[in-house]
């Protein structure tokens, strides 16, 4: 399984520090590397904590109500389950942090290798999303990733009919044999 991964859609270099089955289930520790302008959606989790740790430049975060923050080297956030959140790099050089995700999760472990595995096959929209809505769903939903406001009103149920539809289909078994092991 490989240790490092890239998503050229999203401009982040993946190194998986500590994944979930080395830490019996205790925690994941990613690093993440973002290039100018990359980052992700709003969006929340059901299932674990995140705590963002900057190492080299600055991490951009935006909380709950639009406040966002500025973490500098050395400086750590910590979004709880449940809390609205994004990061992103509005610098004009390449950022490097650690996520931690307390308790560890091998489904979103899972969901980044597949996301970077279609977005370097040349399988994403223009939007930066899976191009196959089968796919999408079934990463939402094993990332336990939540989009907020109206957006995750109206998608969180067509999601999981989308990820229902896509696993009877055999869709993650091949996404995960494909990208993951």
């Known amino acids: 399984m490989k240790k ?3 998503n050229p859609a999203l401009k982040e270099t993946i190194v998986f520090n500590k994944t979930s089955i080395e830490t019996d289930g205790a925690y994941s520790e990613l690093e993440i590397s973002l290039e100018p302008g990359g980052g992700n959606p709003m969006h929340y989790h059901k299932a674990y904590s995140e705590l963002f740790t900057a190492v080299d430049g600055e991490l951009g975060l935006e ?3 639009g406040k966002k923050v500025m973490l500098k080297p050395g400086e750590s956030c910590l979004v709880k389950m449940g809390e609205n959140h994004r990061f992103f790099n509005q610098n004009g050089q ?3 942090f ?3 995700v ?3 999760s091998t489904g979103l472990e899972n969901t980044l290798r597949i996301l970077c595995g279609l977005a370097e096959d040349g399988l994403y929209t223009k939007a930066n999303i899976p191009s196959n809505i089968y796919h999408m769903g079934i990463c939402a939903v094993m990332s336990d990733m939540r989009l907020t406001g109206i957006a995750g009103l109206v998608t969180t149920p067509l ?3 989308l990820a229902r539809l896509g696993r009877k289909k055999g869709l993650e078994a091949d996404l995960v044999r ?3 092991i």
């Open 4 to 6: 490092t991964i890239y």
């Open 63 to 65: 909380l709950k109500g």
């Open 94 to 96: 390449r950022i490097t």
């Open 98 to 100: 650690t996520n931690k």
């Open 102 to 104: 307390v308790p560890g």
């Open 159 to 161: 999601v999981k009919i």
């Open 178 to 180: 494909k990208y993951c």
